[in-house]
């Protein structure tokens, strides 16, 4: 079997190759409290040299609450052209904007959101419950991870399962980064949530439907000219090659201190390598 071989580069070595840029947002742009070093530069100098950033995340939360804060952090106004979120692609599903017919009013909804936010429902007419045994959908849209255990989403979600109701998961992340370091994401609640016997459907990377949707958005035509930037290989680049386009891992974010061997295993195990990996997201010179 040909294995084949990954590109040591940084941002300068890529621009000439592609055109369109897919780019995540945590563990490559920042870590939730602060951009990382020569982020802010290096995005606005993608924009400059006329390609097309698309930032492309994994977040439950639709895309305005995250450009506000993509600009809280410092990053440029116009350093990205588009910003896609699973929360964004969730809501218009939701709210009927694509080719489903989606939420029938009133559906009762036990919503899992991170910092309480409301984004991925709002303008929905959906009645919120908190009780799980009356939820007819359950959106998880984040963790709190850092906040509670996991045994406490297994009681909040127990009687949802129980009760048949499907759990959308707008976030498949199974790690998050906090300020306290690494925790568990709304992707390993929501295969708790299976365990536990309930139906889960995946919105967000690795997963085909944000791909095709981001595409459509910015209306490609040729994937070789398409690059996708991520921190995971699980998502990022799994869900570029799944789609078709190129895959750059970045070495910080949640995997910054694995050595080359935990590298090699976590390729094997996901049956993906990435085209090209960089230290960090900047320019050599930022």
């Given at each position: 079997m040909t294995v084949h071989s990954i590109e040591a580069a940084d941002l300068s070595s890529l621009v000439g190759r592609y055109d369109v840029f897919f780019v995540d947002q945590f563990g490559v742009l920042h870590d939730g409290h602060r951009a990382y070093p020569g982020a802010v530069e290096a995005l606005a100098r993608l924009k400059a040299?006329?390609?097309t950033v698309v930032l492309l995340s994994n977040s439950g939360r639709?895309?305005?609450?995250?450009?506000?804060?993509?600009?809280?952090?410092?990053?440029?106004p116009g350093s990205w052209d588009f910003f896609v979120s699973s929360?964004?692609?969730?809501?218009?599903?939701?709210?009927?904007?694509?080719?489903?017919?989606?939420l029938r009013r009133g559906t009762k909804c036990l919503l899992l959101s991170r910092e309480n936010d409301r984004s991925a429902v709002e303008e929905l007419d959906l009645r919120l419950v908190e009780d799980?045994?009356?939820?007819?959908?359950?959106l998880l849209g984040g963790s709190e991870g850092d906040r509670f255990a996991l045994d406490h989403y297994r009681r909040l979600l127990e009687p949802a399962a129980r009760a048949g109701a499907p759990l959308v998961c707008t976030n498949p992340d199974k790690i998050m980064l906090t300020a306290t370091g690494p925790t568990f994401g709304a992707g390993r609640i929501a295969e708790l949530y299976a365990e536990l016997g309930g139906t889960v459907e995946w919105i967000g990377k690795p997963y085909p439907e944000i791909y095709e949707a981001t595409l459509a958005i910015v209306g490609v035509t040729d994937r070789s000219r398409v690059v996708g930037i991520g921190d995971s290989i699980e998502h990022d680049v799994v869900g570029a090659k799944n789609a078709g386009i190129a895959s750059v891992l970045v070495r910080s974010g949640i995997l910054a201190d694995?050595?080359?061997?935990?590298?090699?295993?976590?390729?094997?195990?996901?049956?993906a390598r990435?085209?090209?990996?960089?230290?960090?997201?900047?320019?050599?010179?930022g």
């Open positions: 040299a006329g390609k639709r895309a305005r609450p995250n450009e506000e804060r993509l600009l809280r952090l410092g990053f440029r929360g964004e692609v969730a809501w218009r599903k939701f709210a009927g904007e694509t080719a489903e017919p989606g799980g045994a009356e939820a007819e959908i359950v694995l050595d080359q061997a935990g590298l090699e295993a976590l390729y094997r195990r996901y049956g990435p085209d090209h990996v960089v230290t960090r997201f900047a320019f050599a010179d």
